[in-house]
Protein backbone atom coordinates (compact mmCIF):
# COMPACT_ATOMS: atom_id res chain seq x y z
CA UNK A 1 0.00 0.00 0.00
CA UNK A 2 1.14 3.28 -0.81
CA UNK A 3 -0.32 6.60 0.26
CA UNK A 4 0.45 9.94 -1.95
CA UNK A 5 -0.42 13.36 -0.55
CA UNK A 6 0.06 16.56 -3.26
CA UNK A 7 0.55 19.61 -2.07
CA UNK A 8 1.99 23.34 -3.38
CA UNK A 9 -1.53 24.33 -5.50
CA UNK A 10 -2.85 27.59 -5.46
CA UNK A 11 -3.63 30.85 -7.30
CA UNK A 12 -1.28 32.48 -9.86
CA UNK A 13 -1.53 34.78 -12.75
CA UNK A 14 -0.51 33.68 -16.06
CA UNK A 15 2.97 33.18 -16.72
CA UNK A 16 3.98 32.71 -13.44
CA UNK A 17 5.52 29.25 -11.91
CA UNK A 18 4.15 26.91 -9.55
CA UNK A 19 5.96 24.12 -7.80
CA UNK A 20 3.65 20.97 -6.76
CA UNK A 21 4.71 18.19 -4.99
CA UNK A 22 3.88 14.63 -3.90
CA UNK A 23 4.91 12.56 -0.75
CA UNK A 24 4.74 9.09 -0.54
CA UNK A 25 4.47 6.82 1.92
CA UNK A 26 4.28 3.65 2.84
CA UNK A 27 5.90 0.32 0.49
CA UNK A 28 9.17 1.42 -1.14
CA UNK A 29 8.61 4.37 -3.29
CA UNK A 30 12.14 3.67 -5.40
CA UNK A 31 9.83 0.62 -6.70
CA UNK A 32 7.50 2.62 -8.13
CA UNK A 33 6.80 5.01 -11.38
CA UNK A 34 5.35 8.01 -10.55
CA UNK A 35 2.55 10.19 -12.94
CA UNK A 36 1.05 13.48 -12.79
CA UNK A 37 -1.93 13.30 -14.20
CA UNK A 38 -4.45 16.85 -13.64
CA UNK A 39 -8.29 17.15 -14.02
CA UNK A 40 -9.42 20.65 -15.34
CA UNK A 41 -13.51 21.18 -14.10
CA UNK A 42 -16.10 19.52 -16.46
CA UNK A 43 -13.21 17.66 -18.08
CA UNK A 44 -11.66 14.40 -17.86
CA UNK A 45 -8.42 13.53 -16.40
CA UNK A 46 -5.53 14.40 -18.27
CA UNK A 47 -1.41 12.78 -18.20
CA UNK A 48 0.76 15.13 -17.59
CA UNK A 49 3.75 13.75 -17.06
CA UNK A 50 5.34 10.49 -15.68
CA UNK A 51 9.27 9.69 -14.26
CA UNK A 52 10.43 6.19 -14.05
CA UNK A 53 11.54 4.21 -11.24
CA UNK A 54 15.50 5.89 -10.93
CA UNK A 55 14.15 8.81 -13.19
CA UNK A 56 16.13 7.90 -16.12
CA UNK A 57 13.18 7.57 -18.43
CA UNK A 58 10.25 10.85 -18.31
CA UNK A 59 7.67 11.16 -20.58
CA UNK A 60 5.47 14.71 -20.99
CA UNK A 61 2.50 15.68 -22.37
CA UNK A 62 2.70 17.80 -25.63
CA UNK A 63 0.52 20.44 -23.98
CA UNK A 64 3.31 20.53 -21.01
CA UNK A 65 6.42 19.87 -22.85
CA UNK A 66 9.14 22.68 -21.95
CA UNK A 67 7.23 24.49 -19.53
CA UNK A 68 6.67 21.56 -17.06
CA UNK A 69 9.64 19.77 -15.36
CA UNK A 70 9.10 15.99 -13.62
CA UNK A 71 11.80 15.27 -10.85
CA UNK A 72 12.10 12.83 -7.64
CA UNK A 73 13.76 12.40 -4.70
CA UNK A 74 13.75 8.94 -3.70
CA UNK A 75 15.79 9.55 -0.47
CA UNK A 76 12.89 11.87 0.54
CA UNK A 77 10.04 10.07 -1.22
CA UNK A 78 8.26 12.80 -3.25
CA UNK A 79 8.06 13.24 -7.10
CA UNK A 80 7.95 17.38 -7.65
CA UNK A 81 6.03 18.94 -10.69
CA UNK A 82 7.74 22.06 -11.43
CA UNK A 83 5.46 24.25 -13.72
CA UNK A 84 6.51 27.58 -15.74
CA UNK A 85 4.99 29.63 -18.16
CA UNK A 86 1.66 29.11 -16.47
CA UNK A 87 -1.86 29.60 -18.95
CA UNK A 88 -5.45 29.67 -17.74
CA UNK A 89 -5.68 26.33 -19.38
CA UNK A 90 -3.09 24.54 -16.54
CA UNK A 91 -6.52 25.19 -14.29
CA UNK A 92 -7.07 22.05 -12.81
CA UNK A 93 -6.59 19.90 -10.11
CA UNK A 94 -3.55 17.94 -10.43
CA UNK A 95 -2.78 14.36 -9.04
CA UNK A 96 0.05 12.33 -8.45
CA UNK A 97 0.07 8.58 -9.18
CA UNK A 98 1.98 5.18 -8.77
CA UNK A 99 2.11 1.91 -11.13
CA UNK A 100 4.76 -0.66 -10.43
CA UNK A 101 5.82 -0.23 -13.96
CA UNK A 102 6.90 2.67 -16.00
CA UNK A 103 5.05 3.60 -19.28
CA UNK A 104 5.09 6.19 -21.78
CA UNK A 105 1.58 5.75 -22.19
CA UNK A 106 -0.79 8.34 -21.20
CA UNK A 107 -3.35 6.74 -20.15
CA UNK A 108 -4.50 6.65 -16.44
CA UNK A 109 -5.00 2.81 -16.16
CA UNK A 110 -2.59 0.68 -14.53
CA UNK A 111 -2.04 2.97 -11.95
CA UNK A 112 -2.31 1.48 -8.42
CA UNK A 113 -2.27 4.65 -6.04
CA UNK A 114 -3.55 7.92 -6.25
CA UNK A 115 -3.30 10.73 -4.59
CA UNK A 116 -6.03 13.81 -3.24
CA UNK A 117 -5.25 15.99 -5.66
CA UNK A 118 -4.19 19.60 -5.27
CA UNK A 119 -5.78 22.52 -7.06
CA UNK A 120 -4.23 25.24 -9.36
CA UNK A 121 -5.62 28.07 -10.27
CA UNK A 122 -4.39 30.51 -13.14
CA UNK A 123 -5.98 33.41 -13.45
CA UNK A 124 -5.38 35.85 -17.12
Known amino acids: QVQLVESGGGLVQAGDSLRLSCAAS????????MAWFRQAPGKEREFVSVISREGVSIHYADSVKGRFTISRDNAKNTVDLQMNSLTPEDTADYYCAARSIYTNSESAKGYEYWGQGTSVTVSS
Open 26 to 33: GRAFSTYA
